[in-house]
């Protein structure tokens, strides 16, 4: 069974703090995303990736980078934590050629 | 650039009662569209979907037709059980541009009351 699987359910750190969200796909899928969740928004995406480090900027990448230096891991990182980021975050991944995307259970992230 | 619209929730239903949730897009080109589905909880997994114009996806009930004249690729449910509630999201994606990345509506909640 395919599986994408997210370091955290939820987290909670403070005003400042360098954050590090964690996913890990079992699929050996070439692209990942990261997305973020809020009431009456939607999906919106932070950042994606077509392959080893490789990166490109989604929609709203302001106060977010990611890393990806193994195909299975893709690393989502807020620099400084602020309020204003917080959020679900879920992480996806797909296969070069395919359609569907697989998503993680999602962090829920808490700035305080 | 790409856009996707629903109907805002929450849709409230009882059990076995018609489900009709509307979405309607803006691309250029030839996108394929989906429905994804999130159970509370838990992250989203695909519904159904459909590549071309006059397709129709189906899984578990759910139905949507692909309509490139009107835009539309509208889920349909002709009974729907206290187990379908969760939040629906419609989303589109175009392989043939630099973004191949999905494009997301806000989301709809369903609630199917006993």
């Known amino acids: 069974d395919v599986k994408v699987t997210q370091s955290s359910r939820y987290l909670v750190k403070r005003t400042g703090e360098k954050v590090f969200l964690e996913c890990v796909q079992d699929m050996d899928h070439e692209n990942m995303f990261w997305y973020r969740q809020d009431p009456g928004l939607g999906l919106r995406l932070i950042y994606f990736s077509y392959d080893v480090k490789m990166k490109e900027k989604g929609d709203i990448p302001e106060g977010y980078s990611v890393s990806r230096e193994k195909k299975e891991r893709f690393s989502l990182i807020l620099e400084s934590a602020s309020t204003n980021q917080t959020s679900m975050y879920l992480c996806?991944?797909?296969?070069?050629?395919?359609?569907?995307?697989?998503f993680g259970p999602g962090t829920r992230l808490t700035v305080t | 650039g790409n856009s996707v619209t629903q109907m805002e929730g929450p849709v409230t239903l009882s059990e076995e009662a018609f489900l009709t949730i509307n979405c309607t897009y803006t691309a250029t080109g030839y996108p394929s569209l989906f429905w994804y589905v999130q159970y509370p909880g838990e992250g989203l997994q695909l519904l159904l979907k459909?590549?071309?114009?006059?397709d129709k996806g189906s899984n578990k009930g759910f139905e949507a037709t692909y309509r490139k004249e009107t835009t539309s690729f509208h889920l349909e449910k002709g009974s729907v059980q206290v187990s379908d509630s969760a939040v629906y999201f419609c989303a589109l994606l175009r392989m043939d541009t630099g973004r191949r990345a999905l494009t997301f509506g806000s989301g709809t909640r369903l609630q199917v009351q006993p």
């Open positions: 996806a991944s797909r296969a070069r050629t395919g359609l569907t995307e697989y």
């Open positions: 459909a590549t071309k114009a006059d």
